[in-house]
Structure formats: structure tokens, C-alpha cells
């Protein structure tokens, strides 16, 4: 079992920076991949960024140029700058698991963590 736990999340003013970091606590060996989501209020998660175990990085195309995605051991990392109202959301973490051999498959989130941006 893996658990997520985000952290980070707070109130920044437009232009400004903050960086968000989720913590894997557990057996994460058959992640296939690490991802950032967002919720606004009323709306589906969507998606922000992934890192995969390739090392494929995406970005959806409204942070493009704006937020950095990274991982170091058991964190995986947002690094968020240029912020705009727009960024205001619950931010989640995600891991997606392998469904082979030993690997039972599995999609895990954390909890989120809220990012308030101010005009």
C-alpha cells in the first residue's frame, strides 16, 4: 500500500512563487508514474503535470513555461511560478501503479493541498 501526502499548498500573490511537494510513504517500486492535478471548485481533476518512470515529463498547456515538475527520492515536486488567479485550485498528487507480475495495479492519490492566488 502507498499513501500521498501533499504539502505547500497556501495563499500567493499574482507573479508570485511557492512550490508543492507530495511525500510517498509505502511500497511505491511499481509506480508506472507521478502526476499533479488540480480541482476547482464544481469541476472535474485535471490535469497539470506527470513524471513518468521513463522520465517522460508533460505539462498541460495552461502551465507550460511555468511550473517544473521533479522528483527525488520519495518527493515528487510542483515548482510553480509567474501564478495568476487562474492557478487557484486543490492540487493532488497521483501515483498509477503497474498491473503485472508482482504489481497489483492501483491508482492512489493524496489528499490535495489548496493553492490561493491573489490579484
Known amino acids: 500500500q502507498v499513501q500521498l501526502a501533499e504539502f505547500g499548498g497556501g495563499s500567493v500573490k499574482a507573479g508570485g512563487s511557492t512550490t508543492l511537494s507530495c511525500v510517498v510513504r509505502?511500497?511505491?517500486?511499481?509506480?508506472?508514474?507521478m502526476f499533479w492535478y488540480r480541482q476547482y471548485p464544481g469541476k472535474e481533476r485535471e490535469f497539470v503535470s506527470g513524471l513518468e518512470t521513463d522520465g517522460t515529463i508533460t505539462y498541460a498547456d495552461s502551465v507550460k513555461g511555468r511550473f517544473t515538475i521533479s522528483q527525488t527520492k520519495n518527493t515528487l515536486s510542483l515548482q510553480m511560478t509567474m501564478l495568476n488567479p487562474d492557478d487557484t485550485a486543490m492540487y493532488y498528487c497521483?501515483?498509477?501503479?503497474?498491473?503485472?507480475?508482482?504489481?497489483?495495479?492501483?491508482?492512489?492519490w493524496g489528499q490535495g493541498t489548496q493553492v490561493t492566488v491573489s490579484s
Open positions: 497521483r501515483t498509477d501503479h503497474y498491473y503485472i507480475g508482482e504489481c497489483t495495479g492501483g491508482v492512489y
Open positions: 509505502g511500497d511505491n517500486n511499481c509506480s508506472a508514474g
